[in-house]
């Protein structure tokens, strides 16, 4: 959902609703909270959540820089670095 498919958010984004800011931070927040090694025990859940971040950072790159932190920032580009690396994700 908060990759856009379902809800056009930037609606709510013109009648300074933030919904859509703050259900994506808390969503990268808990992603961001996760173990790496953990995650890599659950192969088809470690591809589907590397997958969600790589689509969220590729089209609202603009808001994650307008409207979230610098630590929620940082915390996601590393987990999206370490899905590149990682062997069971296809970029």
């Known amino acids: 959902m908060i990759n856009g498919n379902y809800i056009n958010f930037a609606i709510c984004e013109y009648y300074n609703d933030d919904v859509f800011t703050q ?3 808390l969503t990268l927040k808990m ?3 996760l173990d790496p090694v953990q995650l890599q025990t659950y192969s088809k859940v470690e591809v589907t959540v590397y997958g ?3 689509c969220f950072f590729s089209h609202h790159m603009e808001l994650m820089f ?5 630590s929620l920032l940082k915390s ?3 987990m ?3 899905g590149l690396s990682a062997t069971s994700f296809e970029v």
């Open 52 to 54: 969600m971040l790589w």
């Open 31 to 33: 992603v961001a909270s």
């Open 76 to 78: 996601v580009s590393e």
């Open 66 to 70: 307008m409207k979230f932190d610098f």
């Open 23 to 25: 259900l994506t931070s």
């Open 80 to 82: 999206l670095i370490r």
